[in-house]
């Protein structure tokens, strides 16, 4: 593998992990149709550099989450638990589900993740003590997940509570299955389940979910490299890149709202899905991955 080649991944990785680390969902929901649309290689390839990636973007945007206090650390490790028994299931079943398969549900992934960036979200702080289900909201109370975060805008720190916490562990088994079918970070199902289930504030479910893909990522890691599908030179560019991208789009996180990042997101989202669902369908407008 070339110099130029190398440096590509690098950079491909760094500005995919930029962005996906802005909204806690990593690099791999960018980076995988990028690597096997552009870079020509087969999906399960892409896959593995992706899960390496993954696992890189959460250890780079981790601290800066955890100083800022947007990481709710103890229901992380909850939900955590019900989503590395999701991706372990993924893994059985990767090596049995075909590539076209792989990408008509990659579409439905990103088409659906495009229709959640676009639904305007009230602000669940504001909401906590009015909306919920008590049932849920005792949970939330007596494990002691309920927590507060500081918020720049306000100048304050705005408390939240953790509702409907059976509803979100059922969720996050189906966003681990998603994340080690795919390699794109369960991020991307991770943020929409605690911000309609869960009822947290965006950028809490946006730091919680970048401190849990790390963790979920590493659960399927280990399968795809005894499969040979974890290729050193192309993991190895891929993970350096994704680290600096990370620490990147932490701090911006921090600075920025999302809402100035919702039109952009969603745009790529779109284009994205439209190239997997023809490469579903055998229709490759960039050549064939090999």
Not at 59 to 74: E, I, Q, S
Not at 124 to 131: D, G, N, Q, R, T
Not at 188 to 213: E, G
Not at 249 to 258: D, F, H, K, P, Q
Request: aromatic share 6%; net charge positive.
């Amino acid at each position: 593998m070339d110099l130029h080649y190398t440096l590509w991944l690098f950079a491909v990785s760094l500005g995919a992990s930029a962005l996906g680390g802005m909204l806690g969902m990593a690099s791999g929901i960018f980076i995988v149709p990028i690597l096997t649309m552009f870079g020509h290689l087969d999906i399960h390839v892409a896959i593995g550099a992706s899960i390496v990636s993954v696992i890189a973007c959460s250890c780079g945007g981790a601290a800066p989450f955890l100083r800022g206090r947007l990481t709710n650390v103890r229901l992380a490790v909850l939900l955590e638990t019900a989503t590395t028994f999701g991706a372990l299931s993924g893994v059985l079943l990767s090596g049995f589900v075909p590539v076209p398969l792989l990408y008509f549900i990659f579409a439905v992934v990103l088409v659906l993740s495009a229709q959640q960036m676009l639904a305007r979200r009230a602000d669940p702080a504001l909401a906590a003590s009015s909306v919920g289900d008590a049932h849920a909201r005792s949970w939330g109370a007596s494990l002691q997940l309920d927590s507060s975060y500081p918020d720049r805008a306000l100048g304050r720190d705005v408390a939240y509570r953790v509702q409907r916490l059976p509803l979100g562990l059922s969720l996050m088994v189906g966003a681990g299955l998603i994340s080690a079918l795919l390699g794109i970070g369960s991020g991307v199902l991770k943020i929409p389940a605690m911000d309609t289930a869960l009822r947290l504030p965006i950028k809490v479910s946006s730091a919680t979910s970048n401190f849990m893909i790390g963790v979920t990522a590493t659960a399927s890691a280990g399968a795809y490299f005894l499969r040979g599908e974890i290729v050193p030179a192309i993991a190895g560019p891929v993970a350096l890149g994704s680290v600096a991208g990370a620490v990147l789009g932490a701090r911006v996180l921090m600075r920025v709202s999302n809402d100035k990042l919702r039109v952009l997101f969603v745009a790529m989202l779109a284009v994205l899905a439209v190239q997997m669902l023809l490469e579903a369908f055998g229709v490759h407008l960039f050549g064939a991955s090999t």
